[in-house]
């Protein structure tokens, strides 16, 4: 027991006592990841570790430790807060990125874009062109640059405040002057120019699901989510003018929502790209589309002149 400031008995809450408290009130609240939520949340206004909470269960906490943390767990259960927002970060292939309300938190099905173009960058030495539309916080231009140190990669959105915060980003990463940054729409932000591989996690959400989304989505950026009403106002124009902006050889990595990725896939063929292919995540959903320009990678293309395949 303590004592409190107006003189009254307060109970004395250890670590695990409040991570479990705060554990079930969070999933009665409905949220799913309340345990791991309770975790991030009492690690980050503590200034520890998850891993040093399990090595301090039975510590107990202050009032002011205490007050802290109940701030965080009123913003999450009552106002949809998500956890990243609340501690200002969100780590992203084992890299820490900063997340504000002007860009989208990046997700873990993500990675499989990155590790996608991670496979076709295999050869380490070479000075793969980069382009990442609609960058938001940086997550895949940055991360692809960390892992392929001769890459020359643009990352590019039509949101200055998202931008101020992937230069942020690349400072921190110590990635400064490692990524080009443009601000624009689609290829308006790079004009005549081509790369050997543009990526991109555009905003694919249908207005009209709007009613029906997690109340979370409301603390992030509109234009990181919605695609006009039927969530394909970007990815028409995105693959309509990728070819334009590949060399030959060079590979369109886009994430979608799993249900687009057939009409996706045929509106690349469409355009006269091959080598199509509908990528799952580990849960087997579809989740990212990829296609080529011409027949062969870019790795076999490095220096040689490519014969265009005809559009279908
Ligand atoms: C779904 S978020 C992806 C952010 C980040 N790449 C990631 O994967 O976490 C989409 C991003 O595209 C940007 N965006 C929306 N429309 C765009 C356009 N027409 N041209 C370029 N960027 C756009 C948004 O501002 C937002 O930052």
Redo the contacts with the bound molecule.
């Keep these: 027991m303590l004592l409190s400031s107006n003189g009254s008995r307060e109970r004395t809450w250890t670590i695990l006592e409040i991570l479990q408290w705060t554990t079930g009130h969070l999933t009665e609240q409905g949220i799913e990841t309340a345990r791991l939520d309770a975790e991030v949340l009492l690690a980050h206004s503590l200034g520890m570790s998850r891993l040093d909470l399990y090595l301090n269960y039975e510590k107990p906490l202050l009032p002011e430790e205490r007050a802290a943390f109940r701030e965080y767990v009123k913003q999450r259960a009552g106002e949809r807060i998500p956890v990243s927002l609340l501690i200002g970060e969100r780590e992203?292939w084992s890299l820490d990125f900063k997340v504000t309300r002007d860009?989208?938190?990046?997700?873990p099905e993500?990675e499989l874009?990155v590790s996608s173009a991670l496979d076709h960058m295999s050869d380490e030495n070479r000075c793969y062109s980069v382009l990442?539309?609609?960058?938001?916080?940086?997550?895949?231009?940055l991360s692809i640059a960390t892992e392929r140190p001769q890459a020359q990669v643009v990352a590019?959105?039509?949101?200055a405040p998202?931008l101020k915060v992937a230069r942020e980003n690349a400072d921190q990463l110590q990635l400064n002057g490692r990524v080009r940054f443009e601000e624009?729409?689609?290829f308006?932000?790079v004009p005549g120019e081509r790369f050997d591989l543009v990526i991109?996690?555009?905003?694919?959400v249908a207005g009209a699901e709007r009613s029906t989304l997690a109340r979370e989505l409301e603390h992030e950026?509109e234009?990181?989510?919605f695609?006009g009403e039927d969530g394909y106002a970007?990815l028409r124009?995105?693959i309509a003018g990728v070819g334009s902006a590949l060399n030959d050889g060079g590979l369109f990595l886009v994430?979608l929502d799993p249900r687009q990725a057939e009409p996706v896939a045929s509106w690349c063929k469409e355009v006269g790209l091959t080598d199509i292919r509908i990528l799952h995540d580990l849960a087997g959903q579809a989740r990212a589309v990829s296609a080529r320009k011409g027949s062969s990678s870019p790795n076999e293309s490095s220096g040689k002149e490519q014969k265009q395949e005809p559009s279908s």
């Design positions: 992203f860009v989208l938190t990046p997700r993500t874009l990442d539309i609609g960058t938001g916080s940086g997550a895949i231009a590019t959105d039509v949101s998202a624009g729409s689609l308006d932000a991109s996690n555009p905003p694919y950026p234009l990181a989510l695609a970007v124009p995105l994430e």
